[in-house]
């Protein structure tokens, strides 16, 4: 594995993923690392990392059911075990809810875009001892499970899912809802293929988050609020990343203060909803215009994404 000042190679995946689980999601802020290339096929970084399946909701998505369930798809922290450890969430293998081709985790898959959910990486409860990966499935596509609500089989199935084989928590009934709200609204855009990744998408995921929270929150469920809490956090992360190098130190450091500022409320036993709120205002007021004006200059920029997997490819 290179060292020191070498470049970071992609291919010691386990080694990476070590290192990530050691440096914890704050102290990796100035690491040049993109946690989803732990679970990246190689050749397919660029790929992964400029694009992803469209996204269409049946309804508009406006459903705040179906808002709450984006928000918890989209949490580590839904997850239990080594997925929430390495920072996945159910989107790491269904981006935006429909199939991530480009996954590939050693142990896990064989093509990309297969995984063996019954791995005792996720589980030992539910592991197998097969080698069994499977396509990941295309969620807006009607599948083996009954989206019906009438039968409750796809929340029977979430769960079993988020428990079983991802040592998860046991869900809330309001988060078992809202995720197969979720899934019940994932459409199929009429065929077109993929959008580009932006930081639109990561700043929608980290409203949609706090919002679930407030809501949840307000309603009592305060352990799936702090989930989507983290969840935000988690995004703020992922923005993080992409504003890499010195020119955006300040980027980085106002990204770290505000998701610091949100740690003690996914701590909180109940997360006040008007704490969140405030949170909510103040992203929108202080940091998202700054991260508006040097997007261009970050690793959503296309190009610039292009260049950084370039110089840190193994050999
Ligand atoms: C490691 C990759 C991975 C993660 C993470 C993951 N899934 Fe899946 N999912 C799969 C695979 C592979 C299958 C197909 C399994 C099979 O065919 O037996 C699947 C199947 C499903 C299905 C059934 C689709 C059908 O056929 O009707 C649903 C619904 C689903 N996943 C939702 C979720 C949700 C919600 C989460 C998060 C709680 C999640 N998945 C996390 C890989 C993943």
Redesign the pocket.
Known sequence: MAAGGGPIRFLTRWAALGLALAAGVAGAAEAPRLSALIWIAPGHEAAALTHQPAMCLKGGGTDAEVQTGAAL?NAPM??GGQ?ARAD???A???SNGRRNPH?H?DG?SAEPG????SSSF?SLARANGRFD?????D?SV????S?DPATGA?ER??RG??VEE?S?REPSPAALAA?AAY?RAIGDCGGAAEQPRRLADQAALVRLSVTAAERLAAAGDAGTAAIAVAGARHQLGLINERYAGPALARERKRLLAASRALQPLAQARAPGPEELRRWLAGFERDLMPLLARSEARSLYDEVRARNWIAQNRAD
Not at 133 to 137: G, T
Not at 142 to 145: A, D, F, H, L
């Open positions: 798809f839904l997850l997925a996945m969430s159910c790491s293998c269904h996954f985790l896990v297969t995984a063996d959910v996720f990966p499977k396509p990941i499935p969620l009607p599948g083996k499970v989206r796809l199935f979430l899912l988020i991802f998860g995720l899934v």
